[in-house]
C-alpha cells in the first residue's frame, strides 16, 4: 500500500468538510455519548489502516464539530481559515520543521523574519522590533509581559533570568477595569500576581478613562507596568493609546498593549485613527488566527526592542548549534522545539497583500454594522456598543415585558439551537447580552441578512 495515502485520504476529507461549512447547521450535532462510543474504548492490540482510521474521524468526529471556520460562526472572536494560510499550514506539518535554531530550518527562520517585518509595517509599529511565533493571544500576552519584566527589574539592578522574584524590587501593574483574562493569568504565570494588580475605572464602552490613570500611576514607587487594551473582547472599545501612553511614559512605565484582535484595526486606514499612538508602546500581542484567518494556533508576540525580547526568551546549552547574527527560534518565543508556525502567517499576508488586509478587516467591520442595524431597527431590540469594529453588543426585551436578562438568555440558547448562525453571550455592565463578532473572511453580507432573520425569529418564539 501506498504510505502517502492517508494524505490523498484527509484532503479529500478536509475537502468535503470545507465545502459543507455554508451549509451545515453551525452548532455540533453529536451527543457525548455516540462520541464517546465512535472514539472510546480500549486502545487497539494491533494497528488499523490508516485511511480507515481518517474516515471514522471525518464520520464519526464531523458531527460533533463547531462550523467556527463557517461564515455564520459569530461566537468568541474566532477567524476562519483562509484556504492558503491553511494549505501552508499543511505545508508546515509536511515539513515537520524544528524552528528553534536558525541551523534546523533557514527557511523557516527567513519567512519569521520577513512575518514579522510586515506585521510591523502594517500595524504601524517599529519595523525592527521583536517579533515570536506563538500559539495565541494569551501567549502572546506573556511573552510580552515576561519581556517588560525582565527590562524593568533589569533596569532596577536585577536580573530576573538569574535571580528570579524574591527579593526583587516590586513591579507594579497597572490594568484597565477591563482587562482581558488572559493578561492576569499571564501576570499569574510570571510570579507578578493577579489579584494585586492596580485598576484603573472605565467608561461605559469600555475604554480605560486616561485622566484615572495619573493618581494610580501617582500610587506607584517603583518599576511599573501599564497594560492596556486595543479590542474590548465584548464592545470591541479601543483604550485611548496617546494620552495612556505618554501619561505611562512619563511616570518610566514600560506599556504593554493586549491587541489580540483589536491591533488588526492598525493596519487599515479606515481604523488606524481609533488606535492612534498605539506604535508607542513598548509590547503589543496579537492574533493571527482571530482577524488574520489563519488556522488555529497562531499568535504573535512583538517587543520594541528585540534585544529585550531575546534576552527574556534566550537560552543556551552546550550541544544548542547557535547562529551568530541569524534568527534562532528559540531567542524569540516561550517554546523550545517547536512547528514553524509563521509559515502560515506569511502566506496569508503574501496572498492578501496590504490591500487584501485592509478589505478582511474593513468587510468585517462593515458587516458587524450591518448586524447592528438589522437587529437595531426591530422592535424589543437594543444595541448596546458603538460599533468601532467586529463586535455587536445586543439585548432583547420580553414582548410583553420582563425580565430582559433572562429573555437574552433565552434568545441566545434558542439562536444556538436553530442553527443558523451561533454566537454567545456575555454580561456588560451588569446586564446581560448577546454577543456578536464578525470574523471571519467568508461571511457574506447574506450570511448576516439570514442570521438577522433568524435572530429575530427567534426573539419572537417561531
Ligand atoms: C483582548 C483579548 N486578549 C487576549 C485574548 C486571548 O487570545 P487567545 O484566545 O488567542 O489566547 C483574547 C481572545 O479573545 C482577546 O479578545
Keep these: 500500500m501506498d504510505p502517502l495515502a492517508p494524505l490523498d485520504r484527509a484532503l479529500a476529507h478536509a475537502r468535503s468538510w470545507i465545502s459543507s461549512l455554508g451549509r451545515r447547521p453551525v452548532r455540533p450535532a453529536a451527543s457525548l455519548e455516540s462520541l464517546q462510543r465512535a472514539f472510546g474504548g480500549p486502545l487497539p492490540d494491533r494497528g488499523e489502516d490508516p485511511t480507515e482510521v481518517l474516515d471514522l474521524l471525518a464520520q464519526a468526529g464531523e458531527p460533533g464539530l463547531m462550523a467556527t471556520a463557517g461564515p455564520r460562526f459569530f461566537g468568541f472572536v474566532i477567524g476562519g481559515s483562509q484556504p492558503v494560510a491553511l494549505a501552508a499550514d499543511w505545508m508546515t506539518s509536511a515539513w ?18 520577513t512575518a514579522g517585518r510586515w506585521l510591523n509595517g502594517l500595524f504601524g509599529l517599529p519595523v525592527d522590533a521583536g517579533v515570536g511565533f506563538v500559539t495565541g493571544g494569551q501567549m502572546a500576552n506573556f511573552t510580552c509581559l515576561a519581556s517588560a519584566r525582565y527590562a524593568l527589574l533589569g533596569r532596577a539592578g536585577w536580573d530576573v533570568s538569574e535571580q528570579g522574584l524574591f527579593g526583587a524590587p516590586e513591579i507594579h501593574v497597572v490594568v484597565g477595569e477591563e482587562v482581558h483574562v488572559t493578561v492576569l493569568r499571564s501576570l499569574r504565570f510570571l510570579g507578578l500576581g493577579q489579584a494585586r494588580v492596580k485598576r484603573v475605572p472605565a467608561d461605559a464602552q469600555g475604554r480605560m478613562d486616561p485622566d484615572a490613570l495619573g493618581p494610580v500611576l501617582a500610587g506607584c514607587n517603583g518599576p ?25 511614559h512619563a511616570h518610566g512605565a514600560w506599556v504593554h498593549v493586549d491587541g489580540a484582535f483589536g491591533l488588526w484595526g492598525a493596519a487599515t486606514p479606515s481604523r488606524r485613527a481609533l488606535l492612534q499612538g498605539v506604535e508607542k508602546a513598548d509590547s503589543w500581542a496579537v492574533d493571527a488566527h482571530k482577524w488574520l484567518n489563519v488556522p488555529y494556533d497562531s499568535g504573535v508576540a512583538i517587543v520594541r526592542e528585540e534585544e529585550v525580547l531575546r534576552h527574556a526568551m534566550g537560552s543556551s546549552a552546550s550541544y544548542l548549534v547557535r547562529s551568530t547574527g541569524l534568527r534562532d527560534g528559540v531567542d524569540f518565543v516561550p517554546e523550545f522545539s517547536r512547528r514553524g508556525r509563521g509559515t502560515p502567517v506569511y502566506a496569508a499576508l503574501r496572498a ?28 424589543g431590540v437594543q444595541v448596546l456598543n458603538e460599533v468601532v469594529l467586529n463586535q455587536v453588543l445586543v439585548r432583547f426585551e420580553p414582548p410583553g415585558g420582563g425580565d430582559a436578562d433572562a429573555f437574552t438568555r433565552e434568545v441566545i440558547t434558542r439562536v444556538q439551537a436553530e442553527g443558523t448562525c451561533w454566537l454567545g453571550g456575555s454580561l456588560w455592565k451588569g446586564r446581560d447580552v448577546m454577543r456578536i463578532s464578525v470574523s471571519g473572511w467568508n461571511t457574506t453580507e447574506e450570511d448576516v441578512d439570514r442570521s438577522v432573520s433568524a435572530i429575530l425569529r427567534c426573539a419572537r418564539g417561531a
Design 224 to 248: 511599573t507596568l501599564v497594560c492596556v487594551q486595543a479590542g474590548n473582547v465584548n464592545t470591541g472599545a479601543v483604550d485611548p493609546m496617546e494620552p495612556l501612553i505618554a501619561a505611562a
Design 96 to 113: 515537520d520543521q524544528n524552528c528553534g535554531l536558525y541551523v534546523l530550518s533557514p527557511t523557516v527562520a527567513v519567512l519569521e523574519e
Design 352 to 379: 492578501l497583500g496590504r490591500r487584501g488586509v485592509e478589505g478582511l478587516v474593513d468587510r468585517c467591520c462593515a458587516l458587524a454594522r450591518r448586524f447592528a442595524e438589522g437587529l437595531g431597527r426591530a422592535p
